[in-house]
């Protein structure tokens, strides 16, 4: 039975890099992929967000590189720049002490910088988006051909945008069947693996136990209110509940910055995480929310989708998310790693059914409140009750 990290035989640096960041017991999904990666297996892993996954394929990944060998060894594919890059940064962290050379490949990185770099130094493991390295793979600046594993991560994302499934389709026929495939997601459709039979043929499949949503360290609530109220709700939600880290997700891009221009004018500081801001834009807000200086960050899902950002307490919902599957995406990014959250969606009459769709596909119970005298109020019960504040 694995109760610590040194079952898993891992190299020294990469057990001293968990020492210091002070993770030392393996969560469930870690302790059901690790070992079958570790053994060569092709593998299709759900869990639900904020549940360890990027270390449960990382970690195996680096243990098996050869530092010896300059080839390309590794291939880990991620449907988003920001999603990337987070994979990237914990990467660097657990190698810092090694000789493995990693790099970044980012679709909204200058390519013509890249591909000096990669004249300069060859990577053993890439980070990337799969339309990136498959051009740089296409011009011959990337070899695919020695690549032994190769992860998908947020593979029900990159399978549900064609163009990005079809460049990993693509970097797959480079590397061949030879290699070893790891997909992982918090949701994986029912036909996945026919899908990605040209690929694997008996992958392992290992779920974490338990819900995809933690019931009993988030709560799930509702306001209901008219349309022209959602934004006012929202910033007597962030005053009342004193929220200092808090993911506030609108339905268009439009919404984003008209969202986030009214909450500041109400001296709310908050930030916007647009689609179509600059890379440089972007990386900003992300490190000022981080850190602390913002306290609201607003965004739809295309921008925040797989985001792994630190004591999040708060998601609120101007919008409703477009399914079930949209909502458990946005709800991990509260609740992670055993802390607790809250999630509230703010829904006008007509959209009440959706609430019902929810809770039966996600198997919760997301109960009715209404905000009064800066008190969320049961509706079933004359008595106040105040939304538990979050300990960062």
């Not at 679709?107 to 799969?130: F, Y």
């Not at 689609?275 to 900003?284: G, H, L, P, Y």
Request: proline letters at 4%.
């Amino acid at each position: 039975m694995v109760h610590s990290f040194s079952d898993f035989n891992l190299a020294p640096y990469l057990t001293k890099a968990l020492e210091e960041k002070d993770i030392k017991e393996p969560t469930d999904i870690q302790i059901k992929a690790i070992p079958e990666i570790l053994d060569g297996q092709d593998v299709i892993a759900r869990s639900q967000t904020g549940s360890g996954k990027t270390l449960a394929f990382l970690l195996p990944i680096l243990n098996q590189i050869d530092s010896e060998k300059k080839d390309l060894q590794a291939v880990i594919l991620a449907p988003t720049n920001e999603l990337a890059m987070q994979i990237f940064d914990v990467l660097k962290d657990l190698t810092k002490d090694s000789s493995i050379i990693a790099d970044s490949f980012l679709g909204s990185a200058n390519v013509k910088r890249q591909i000096e770099k990669l004249k300069k130094s060859k990577p053993q493991v890439a980070v990337g988006t799969p339309t990136r390295v498959l051009e740089l793979a296409e011009s011959k600046k990337l070899k695919l051909h020695l690549v032994k594993c190769v992860v998908v991560d947020e593979a029900d994302r990159m399978l549900a945008e064609k163009p990005t499934w079809q460049a990993f389709q693509a970097i797959a026929s480079r590397v061949g069947r030879e290699g070893q495939y790891i997909f992982v997601s918090a949701t994986i459709p029912e036909n996945f693996q026919d899908l990605v039979g040209q690929n694997v043929q008996l992958p392992v499949m290992v779920t974490s136990e338990g819900s995809l949503i933690d019931s009993e360290r988030v709560e799930h609530l509702f306001i209901v209110c008219e349309a022209r109220e959602k934004i006012e709700i929202a910033r007597k939600l962030i005053r009342n509940l004193e929220i200092k880290k808090g993911l506030l997700f609108v339905n268009h891009l439009d919404k984003v910055t008209e969202t986030t221009d009214k909450l500041k004018y109400r001296e709310i500081n908050a930030k916007s995480l647009s689609a179509d801001s600059t890379k440089v834009e972007r990386a900003n807000v992300m490190k000022e929310f981080q850190e602390g200086k913002i306290e609201i960050l607003v965004a739809s899902d295309l921008a925040a989708r797989g985001l792994d950002i630190n004591d999040i307490t708060h998601v609120i919902n101007i919008h409703p998310p477009v399914d079930a599957d949209a909502y458990l995406h946005r709800a991990g990014r509260t609740g992670r790693m055993g802390k607790s959250g809250v999630v509230i969606s703010i829904m006008e009459p007509k959209e009440l059914f959706i609430i019902k769709k929810f809770e039966k596909a996600l198997n919760i119970k997301i109960e009715e409140r209404r905000l009064e005298y800066g008190n969320l109020i049961s509706e079933n019960s004359p008595k106040n009750i105040q939304t538990r504040k979050k300990k960062s």
